[in-house]
């Protein structure tokens, strides 16, 4: 997966549309399920209520949804679904064209939802798509590493050397340089630093700056604009323009992504399947609440993402169905 490269640009809103537009898709989706309890009706309308944009994303979603072409599409898809031999043939035929249908119209309501994304790519120097993970070299010898869904812009000039992180998660190997500072520049924070190893996570109203050698200095762009000193080995949150207290990481496992692992020790399942969704090259949609609570514990492979899911699965009492590796309904 990784590769090399070189090279500058800004931000926008458009990185906290696209978290939207995910959950806006799984919404849109469930809502069309008939065993709809009231209490995911309150979920989506409390989830709705949050903010002008998520009720505007959904109503077009909900749109693109209830075209008749696109249902017509999922229905010539879900007809295309192999047979399974048996007695009960009939019913879980019946049964399985109804889901086939469910996910086929997921799927392409996802593909008409993408196109949204390419202000990000327009602002861009590397970016990376779910499952990928990169490593470029900058002008200055310092590398950074792009995880999945991850998009970064450079501007180095004679006297800073500037990031910014767009979206997703990246890991910095700063070159020394005292005369020119390193910053990386997310939604929430600035973290400077000249040379030292660390990753910076962002998503929309949170950042998480892991330092794995050195030390940083980390400070919120809104707010209070306050400012910490991180050393190795602690990770630092920062929510609301406010930083929170640092606290102790296992290295080893917080940059388990770098080697291509998902390491997690007594983490909710809806955690871990959060996670995953950013690797998973289609929609994953967790319709049992319930079993989201139970706590997991393993090691999963993040370059074969499907994989990974198919085996999380057998750790709790859970059905999967899905369609190509475009959509897992877990239920």
């Given at each position: 997966?990784?590769?090399?490269?070189?090279?500058?640009?800004?931000?926008?809103?458009?990185?906290?549309?696209?978290?939207?537009?995910?959950?806006?898709?799984?919404?849109?989706?469930?809502?069309?399920?008939?065993?709809?309890?009231?209490?995911?009706?309150?979920?989506?309308?409390?989830?709705?209520?949050?903010?002008?944009?998520?009720?505007?994303?959904?109503?077009?979603?909900?749109?693109?949804?209830?075209?008749?072409?696109?249902?017509?599409?999922?229905?010539?898809?879900?007809?295309?679904?192999?047979?399974?031999?048996?007695?009960?043939?009939?019913?879980?035929?019946?049964?399985?064209?109804?889901?086939?249908?469910?996910?086929?119209?997921?799927?392409?309501?996802?593909?008409?939802?993408?196109?949204?994304?390419?202000?990000?790519?327009?602002?861009?120097?590397?970016?990376?798509?779910?499952?990928?993970?990169?490593?470029?070299?900058?002008?200055?010898?310092?590398?950074?590493?792009?995880?999945?869904?991850?998009?970064?812009?450079?501007?180095?000039?004679?006297?800073?050397?500037?990031?910014?992180?767009?979206?997703?998660?990246?890991?910095?190997?700063?070159?020394?340089?005292?005369?020119?500072?390193?910053?990386?520049?997310?939604?929430?924070?600035?973290?400077?630093?000249?040379?030292?190893?660390?990753?910076?996570?962002?998503?929309?109203?949170?950042?998480?700056?892991?330092?794995?050698?050195?030390?940083?200095?980390?400070?919120?762009?809104?707010?209070?604009?306050?400012?910490?000193?991180?050393t190795a080995g602690l990770q630092i949150q920062a929510e609301?323009?406010?930083?929170?207290?640092?606290?102790?990481?296992?290295?080893?496992?917080?940059?388990?992504?770098?080697?291509?692992?998902?390491?997690?020790?007594?983490?909710?399942?809806?955690?871990?399947?959060?996670?995953?969704?950013?690797?998973?090259?289609?929609?994953?949609?967790?319709?049992?609440?319930?079993?989201?609570?139970?706590?997991?514990?393993?090691?999963?492979?993040?370059?074969?993402?499907?994989?990974?899911?198919?085996?999380?699965?057998?750790?709790?009492?859970?059905?999967?169905?899905?369609?190509?590796?475009r959509l897992a309904i877990l239920f």
């Amino acid at each position: 997966m990784p590769s090399r490269d070189e090279q500058g640009g800004l931000s926008s809103q458009s990185d906290v549309d696209a978290e939207i537009r995910k959950e806006a898709i799984a919404w849109v989706v469930r809502l069309r399920n008939s065993s709809l309890t009231s209490d995911d009706r309150r979920a989506f309308e409390n989830w709705e209520a949050k903010s002008p944009v998520h009720a505007r994303i959904f109503q077009s979603l909900s749109a693109v949804w209830d075209d008749p072409d696109l249902h017509q599409a999922a229905i010539e898809i879900a007809h295309q679904m192999p047979r399974r031999p048996g007695p009960w043939q009939a019913t879980f035929r019946g049964w399985a064209l109804r889901v086939a249908a469910i996910a086929a119209c997921a799927i392409l309501l996802a593909m008409a939802a993408g196109h949204f994304d390419l202000i990000t790519r327009f602002q861009a120097d590397y970016m990376t798509v779910a499952g990928e993970r990169r490593t470029v070299q900058l002008f200055d010898r310092s590398t950074v590493t792009l995880n999945t869904q991850t998009a970064i812009a450079t501007s180095f000039d004679g006297t800073t050397r500037r990031v910014r992180l767009l979206k997703g998660e990246a890991y910095f190997r700063v070159e020394p340089d005292s005369t020119r500072p390193f910053v990386v520049e997310s939604q929430e924070t600035a973290t400077r630093a000249v040379g030292t190893q660390f990753v910076v996570r962002t998503q929309p109203g949170h950042d998480q700056v892991t330092v794995l050698e050195g030390i940083v200095e980390i400070e919120t762009r809104q707010v209070d604009h306050s400012h910490m000193q991180v050393t190795a080995g602690l990770q630092i949150q920062a929510e609301g323009g406010r930083l929170g207290h640092p606290y102790s990481v296992d290295i080893a496992t917080a940059s388990a992504w770098l080697r291509g692992r998902l390491v997690v020790n007594g983490v909710s399942f809806a955690q871990v399947i959060d996670e995953l969704r950013r690797y998973y090259p289609g929609t994953i949609v967790l319709w049992n609440h319930a079993i989201g609570e139970m706590q997991v514990t393993g090691t999963y492979d993040l370059e074969d993402p499907s994989k990974a899911l198919s085996l999380l699965t057998q750790t709790v009492p859970v059905h999967m169905v899905g369609m190509a590796d475009r959509l897992a309904i877990l239920f």
